[in-house]
């Protein structure tokens, strides 16, 4: 999904941006499996609508982020849902490879069993094979 | 699902709180829908796990809010996933009624489409008949 310039700020308008910012969830638009969850501001929400590709703003970095520019595993955008107040955005995204720096399809890879964090996803890569080195998604 | 205070502890203790607070994503434990985005602080965390039914931080009204208090429609507690870094939760729940406080049964009933946004879930309640009058969910 893509959309011009006028479209993107017209969506991006009726936005409430918390601090500059609003809270996205990345959805896989097959099998509706939550990748991950990031921020976005202002221009990270017109560049993923005007391109097609899902770019974040990076709160540890402070900068616009195009997810999968390191990786490759890019996120592309099919859908775009907006939640009753307008700062929580869900994306439905066909994902390249996996979503999650430490190599998991998902960065929901732990789950609480009996007050413990077990992980349920298997790995898919290396994060050394992602990245070259070890560094964090957001 | 319900923990003791010593497992929900030991959760609690492995999490990353950002200015005190992680985003919790709630979704239908059974349809996989995402119901809506709000914040926990670790007392809501604590609260959610101790109990089996979802506690937020209300960020407007700066307080702990029990999902459901005003409105009877409870999110029971049924699996806990934690992402990569720690500092976003998401929560499958039992949906009583609506997650939404504008009456649909998720926050995302809206969607973009050729730059705007379109209402795409039926209303299932009227605000006033869930609360006597409209309020905000966060």
């Given at each position: 999904m893509k959309l011009t310039i006028a479209q993107a700020q017209a969506v991006v308008n009726v936005l409430k941006f918390r601090n500059g910012l609003v809270t996205a969830v990345a959805r896989d638009?097959?099998?509706?499996?939550?990748l991950m969850v990031a921020m976005q501001n202002r221009r990270a929400v017109l560049k993923t609508l005007t391109t097609g590709l899902m770019y974040y703003w990076s709160r540890s970095r402070r900068k616009l982020w195009?997810?999968?520019?390191?990786?490759?595993h890019y996120q592309k955008l099919r859908r775009m849902l907006v939640d009753c107040d307008g700062d929580v955005l869900l994306f439905d995204v066909e994902q390249?490879?996996?979503?999650?720096?430490?190599?998991?399809?998902?960065?929901?890879?732990r789950e609480v069993k009996r007050g413990k964090l077990v992980t349920v996803l298997k790995r898919k890569f290396r994060p050394e094979d992602i990245y070259g080195r070890r560094t964090t998604s957001k």
């Open positions: 638009f097959e099998t509706k499996e939550v195009l997810k999968g520019e390191q990786s490759k390249v490879g996996v979503a999650c720096h430490e190599g998991y399809r998902s960065c929901f890879y």
